[in-house]
């Protein structure tokens, strides 16, 4: 199995930034893809950004030039830094990774989320 674990949300004034974490951790193989989604209250879960383990990267057009997807393939670690933060950026983050784990069984694997709230 693979855990996700989250961390960096919180309370911002628009314009500000905040920088989520998401490590993984357990019999991992391999890492294909990380990625961020997020859930507004009353809105499906969207997704955010995503990074292949070969570094291609796709970003949901209402964040690109303001969010940047990275990872830390040594530490399986994704982060998102978030900068211009608008109070539409205001949802759970999720965290989402699709991993290859134990003798080869393949997954999808979800963080807990973490709250993201930006004021006006």
């Given at each position: 199995q693979v855990q996700l674990v989250e961390s960096?949300?919180?309370l911002v004034q628009a314009g500000g930034s905040l920088r989520l974490s998401c490590a993984a951790s357990g019999?991992?193989?391999?890492?294909?893809?990380?990625?961020?989604?997020?859930q507004a209250p009353g809105k499906q879960?969207?997704?955010v950004a995503r990074i292949t383990s070969g570094g291609s990267i796709n970003y949901v057009d209402s964040v690109k030039g303001r969010f940047t997807i990275s990872r830390d393939n040594a530490k399986n670690t994704?982060?998102?830094q978030m900068k211009s933060l608008k109070p539409e950026d205001t949802?759970?983050?999720?965290?989402?990774?699709?991993?290859?784990?134990g003798l080869g069984q393949r997954g999808v694997s979800w963080g807990q989320?973490?709250?993201v709230t930006v004021s006006s």
């Open positions: 960096g949300g919180g019999s991992i193989l391999s890492i294909n893809v990380m990625g961020w989604y997020r879960r969207e997704l994704v982060y998102l949802a759970v983050y999720y965290c989402n990774a699709e991993t290859v784990y989320g973490t709250q």
